[in-house]
Each structure stands twice: as structure tokens, then as C-alpha cells.
């Protein structure tokens, strides 16, 4: 049995299943030999968090330096056994084998009884993708039976003995000041604790319904701010840039005056992109205990030693007393990076002394958690009579840097990230703002092919000298049968797609027109994904038709709708996600390149379906939707309203 | 962890005295050590500790509480213990018997129909429902049954698939069967 810590986490990613297939690869065991301890800081090495797409280009990598050193170990113990040089013996399926002599030693023989340690070499050659085994084969999900017989244990699912269940009182709206909290009445409760810290008010108490009973009966006074609300959003953004804070500066190449002037066509045009929920099916949860002064909190959280610090410093206690442990999560997209359930549950426990449980409500994850930032984009744009960009100019207000930059060949360019004083509470997202830019820039090149009356392919191609970047547009192009010919008038098709974080993606979408109802309907997605060489074809699949179904969310309806510090819509049964009736056929086309060392895939293939969907909703209907989501009441409304 | 007494304590003068509400749960009679006005979804996983059903919304939108209740499917975040009392109900932790995995179980298995897998239960669970009464469900009549169901990582077609095989893997099998034990119509 091979044991590997590492300090990054499962959340649905698949990330379990890969590591482990590295590791198994490097090191020639079976990967059913494999045993992977996982986020927590007790026992796993210091990780910054399981984000931004690393795992796989970054920890993958290291582990397989530390398997390729553990293989060198075995192999000189075995050298020495039978005083035959190490280079003369072959590692394989767990064991050292002398293929002169014919004698075999399993890795458990020799190193049983020793501790076998080393430094890992500065440069230590790893297998190379072409020469993998169980690395770059499909294998299932690790642990897959614990998920499907209800068995496996997520943060909400641990009972300790003596359990209390914890409840928050939530302020009146956002940044709300506590004045007076009566708890006299919630203290009277059988069993019921209650703390209060400055604006935290909460309870413990036997049962979730107890717990539920002694919040309604505190009565509580607090002073709020009037704040503004989703229908001002834009505008809103657009007045309250950070003014303070290092500001972002443009990139900058050649001039954009100067490519415009000599532009054939020129446009200018605005985008919008609202705040959108993570909406994890596992609310925010933890578990905290208590014991001889120090900490141990079960939570489900995309950064274990980011929640340990953060504990350490609400809860003044040093680092080395608390310990954060990270059970497989119920999904995360970006959205757990905080340790707010944390901090919740370790701060009742100590006052209870008694292990307490906080799972969210789906009220409270809504309310309460972070989201992906709305944003305000601006083009201004030019083109040539040969079609080529002159000119690109590019604002991203609020949302954010990432994807920002054009992969397209255009000599002058201007492209400048706006920080703003965002009205909610915002972070990470799957694929962070990298969907709000490609939703912008590929929306436009889509407007600038009609413009120049170019086909939208052929458009990209021109102005795109990135090879890989060109294949995936042409393997995605290909297996939809683009160009297609409309056999309906309600039909359309479109295309977006762009390069992230090394991944390289192209979606080609078909929709649907109802004509009476104006609802728009997917009919065809296909998606080509190309990310070097491929750790998990069958993990990467799920990832990249998963992408296309989460973001279809984003694409057509989710919107955060607020008002004054409250969100108006905390509830499914007021805000839409993708349900079996939206999903359509979904093709993904992955793209093997054994020669490029494999980068992460689990948000870049999430980046090119919005813009294809609103490029194939104009090609359907002449309307151009410049806002995200693109059709929350259906075009209908749209047009009644427009 | 500190010794203090259980949660028991919290129950009412009354609920104590009424005696506790039974039901025959995942084919065993259960008493519930919750008051009866608790939600069932509770009383299975806290009190009973069956925590395979879970948490997802509390107002029936999302489908991953989703027991059987006399054989149908059912929201147990919208039930309360008393709803539960003197019937049939089944959990995700019913479906394997022996060591051997419900058809829907394989089937999930087989096409790694999941990826954070917090939907699972429930989707299992709509699942059997859905093959008890129409064993050989088109592609259509799957969506339909599984819409209250929220998969937010979006592994819908691979449940799909996973429901068109266990229709396939159940017709195969003998006449009397695969159901679970207990989830009797």
C-alpha cells in the first residue's frame, strides 16, 4: 500500500482519481494500491488551495518527482541486496526484478523495517505522457462505490457523540451594524447555548429545529445602509471605480487611434455580465471540536491552510492548535475558498464545549456566500477591407483579468482591467472572469464577421495565428458540420471559443427559436478541448461536458437578483439553474497532445459556450443579446420590452 | 469530547409520553428519537443516522433528500416524522443487499455518472422510482422523471445513460425482480 499526502482537495473535480494516477505511473504500482490523504494541514504538506486550474500542471508534476525518487530508492535498496548495479534492475507493478537472475523483491520487502528518505533531486526526468501506463487511460472515479450506496461522508454527514447544531443569526441586510440583541429568552432554552460577539449572534442547541426555534426568538435591533440594487448595477459600476488600491495598467501595443482611423468598419459596443451564484448542491459546512485547547474543524473548502490561518487569527490562537480537514466536497466551482461555516462552528463549539455542526441553508449560501462579479465590458473596434483587425480597444469593468487578452493578431491594442467597489460580495469562479471576457470578445468578432461579411470561422482564422488555438476552432468547426445550412427560420448556429490558463477551447452551439413562446432552447453543443497531454480522457470528459451544462446556467438565466442588501432571489425555486429538460446533445471533442505536459481543464472548457449560444441566438433571429444571461424571460419578453 | 448528555433531552413532556413513532425503514422497524413535527430528512440522517439522503435545499426543489414513502418517491425535507409514521421507507442505504449493488447502484457505477456526487442519492432513488412503475422509460419520460433533480455539475447525460442501462441490466434479470426489500407498491 502506498500512502500519498498531498494538500489538495477532491471537490468533484475528479483531482483524487488523476493524482493517484500519476503517482501509480511514476512509481509502477497498481493504481488500486494507491492511497491519497488529502487536505489536511495535520498531515499533508502546506498547499495554497485547490484553485485556478494547478492541480494537474503543478502538483501532478511534483508528485511524480517524489514517486520517481521513492522508484530510485527501491531500486538502489535492491542494488545493494544483490550487489547488482541499479541500471541492470527494472521497477514494475510494485516490484524490483533482477531480469538476469531472475529475483524479485516487492517495494513492501525492502523497505519494510526502514525509513527510506531522501531529498527530491532539483532535476529528477519523469516519465514523459507517450511512455504513461495507467496515466492518460480512463479510469473510474477512486472510491466511486462509497458515492453510489450513500456511504462516502461529506462535512454534513459527520455525527460525532455529544453533537450540538449550530445556527446563525443573519444581519438585516449586507453590512448591517448589530445595536441590541435580546437573548434572554433563546438562554432559556433547554440545551441551548448562545454566543454573542460584537455583530456574530448564534446558537447551539440538540436539534437543527431547536436551533431554528431559539434564532426566531432573539429579538434584534441594527442599523442599515440604503444600497443599491441590480437594476442600477451597471451604471452603478461604472461610477464606482476603485480609486484606491494599485490600479491595473493597460496593456498596450501600437496605437489604437491610428488603427482605427485606418479601419474599413469600425464598432463600438458595450457588454454586461451579471453576478452569478456557485449554487454547490453541498451548502458551506463544518464541524468544529474543541479538545485541550486546540481545534480540529471538518469543512468542505478549496483552501485548508487558507482556513487554518483564518482561524488562527479570528480565534487568536496559534496556527499549530488548529486543524483543518477537508472530506471529498459536494462541488465548490470557486466558491469555497472562504472559512466563513468555519469560524461559525469553531466559535459556538468553544463556547459550548461540545462539537457543533453548521450546515448553510441554501437561503444562507445564496445570501450570504460570495459571487462571481457582474461586470461592465467596452470594445471599440476596427477592421480593414481584408478582413484583419486594425484595431482593439478592451474595458473590463469589475469583473475581472482573467482571459482578458485577445488571442487574436491585431497590431494595436489597448486592453485594461477596471477594479471596482463592488456592490456584493464577490471571488472566485469557476473559470473567474475569463467567461465575462470571452463572452464579450468573441460576441464582437461574431459582430465584426457579420459586419465584414465574412463566415464567423473563416473570420477567427484569419485573424489567428496561434496553432492550437486554430486546431480546436477547426476540430469543433468540423464535428458539428460548420458551416451549416438553416433547414428552419428558427434555427441558428454560432461559434466561441478562446485560450485560458493553457487550455484551449472551441464550442459551436445550435438553438432553437420557440416562435410563440420566444423560448430559446439548445439543441447541439460541441465543444473541442485541448489541454497538452491527457491525464483521465473519461474524467476530462465529465469535466468538459460538465463546463458546457454549468455554464449553460450562466449563459441563458442565473442572475443574482438584489435590492438594498438583500438578495431577492435566494431560493432554486427562484433562481434557475440547468435541469435535465435544458441539457442538449453534448459532443466533446478532446484533443491528445502527448508532447505538451498536461495543464488543468477543470474551467477553461466553461468559457466558450455563452458567446456561441448569443452568436447562434442572432444568427437565429437577427437580435444581438449583449447581456449576461442572455434570455431570462426568453426572447419574447425581450422584444415586447426593446 | 465533553460528557454531557444527549440529544435526547430536547424532546417534549408529550412526544415522550405519546411513545415514539415507528416506521419500517429500509425493510427494519425503526423508531425515530425525534419529536414529530421534525423534518423526516432530519430524523433520517441525525437521529437515525442514515446520511446518505441529503441537504440540498429545504423546499423540495432540488431532489437530493429524495426517499421512497410507501414505494413513492418523495422530498423528505418536505415530510415530517408523523408523515412517516407506520410506513415503508427507503433510503440510498437500502438498494445494496449482500454486497450486491441495486442495478440503478451498477449502473451509476458503470457510467461514472457523477462527479461531486452529492446528487447521487437522490438521483438514484427518482431513479428506482421512476423503474418500479415504467420499466422501460424512453429518453423523454427519464428527463421528465429526474427535472426535480439538480445535478449542478452537470452529468445529466451520463445519468441518462446510467437509468437507460439499469432499465436494460433489470429487463435481463429474473421475473420477480431487483427492487429493494421494502419498497414494496
Redesign the interface.
Known sequence: MVTVFTGKVEVGQNTRTTLAQSVADELRVPLSSIRMVMGDTALTPFDMGTFGSRSTPYMSPQLRRVASAARDLLLEQASAEWKTPADKLLANDGKITNPASGATLTYGQLAQRKTLAREIPDADPVTPPDQWTIAGKPVPKVDARAFVTGQHQYTPDLRPANLLHGKVLRPASFGATLVSADLAAAKAMPGVVVVRDENFVAVAAPTERSAEKAIAVIHADSITTPQTSSNQLYSYLKKNLETDGEHQQPHEKGSVVNGLTAATHRLEQTYNVAYIAHAPLEPRAALAEWKDEKLTVWTGTQRPFGVQEELSAALHIPKDRVRVIVPDTGSAYGGKHTGDAALEAARLARAANRPVKIVWTREEEFAWAYFRPAGVIEIKSGISSDGKLSAWEFHNYNSGASGIQTPYDVANQRIQFHPVNSPLRQGSYRGLAATANHFARESHMDELAHAAQIDPLEFRLRNLSDARLRAVFESAAKTFGWPRRKIQTSQGFGMGGGVEKNGYVATCAEIAVDQNSGDVRVVRIVTAFECGAIVNPDGLRNQVIGANIMGLGGALFEAIEFENGRILNPRFAQYRLPRFRDIPEIEAVLIDRKDIPPAGAGETPIVGLAPAIGNAIFDATGIRLRNLPLVPRGLKSLKTSA | ????P?????RGFEDQMAGPIHAQINGKSRAFA??P???LL?AL??GL???????????G??G?CTILLNGVPRRSCQLSVSDAAGKSIV???G??HNGQ?HPV??A??DQ?A????????GM?VSSVALLQKNPNPSTTE???A???????????????AAVEQAARAMHRSTPQGTGPKGSGQ
Do not use: W
Not at chain 2, 444527549?6 to 430536547?10: K, N, T, V, W, Y
Open positions: 469530547m465533553a460528557n454531557t444527549s440529544g435526547r433531552d430536547a425525534s419529536e413535527e421534525t423534518s432530519f440522517r441525525e443516522g442514515l446520511t446518505g439522503t441529503k441537504y440540498g435545499c429545504g423546499e426543489q432540488c437530493a433510503t440510498i442505504e438498494f445494496e449493488l447502484q451498477q451509476f457505477l461514472g457523477f462527479q461531486c456526487a452529492y446528487c447521487t442519492s438514484i427519464i428527463v421528465q429526474l427535472q426535480g433533480n439538480i445535478c449542478r455539475c452537470g452529468t445529466h447525460p451520463r445519468i441518462v
